[in-house]
């Protein structure tokens, strides 16, 4: 039980540092299996499973970009970003030189 929360822990880390990567990637995939998907229909055009693959993609896209809004919102919820970019401040140093 701890292994599947630490391997869940660990995949939402990674997703988070790398949002934008993450919804490429999303979007590739999701267009590679819309085309797949509609390859196998064999009454369309050509041009028309591509439009359709295109369609599927970008709803998927705006679905991930939602979700990253919740994860970013999340975060900023509980104070998680705050903590990640802390260690690149230095508290001590004067804000500016006179």
Request: hydrophobic fraction near 45%; glycine fraction near 6%; charged fraction near 20%.
């Amino acid at each position: 039980m701890a292994e599947t929360s630490n391997t869940f822990a660990s995949i939402r880390k990674s997703i988070v540092d790398h949002k934008l990567r993450s919804v490429g990637c999303l979007w590739l995939t999701g267009i590679a299996g819309s085309i797949a998907y509609n390859w196998s229909q064999p009454n369309m055009k050509t041009s028309v499973k591509i439009i359709h693959a295109r369609l599927h993609a970008q709803a998927l896209t705006l679905a991930a970009l939602a979700g990253a809004a919740v994860v970013e919102y999340y975060d900023h919820k509980t104070g998680a970003k705050a903590d990640r970019y802390t260690k690149f401040l230095d508290m001590d140093a004067p804000a500016h030189k006179d």
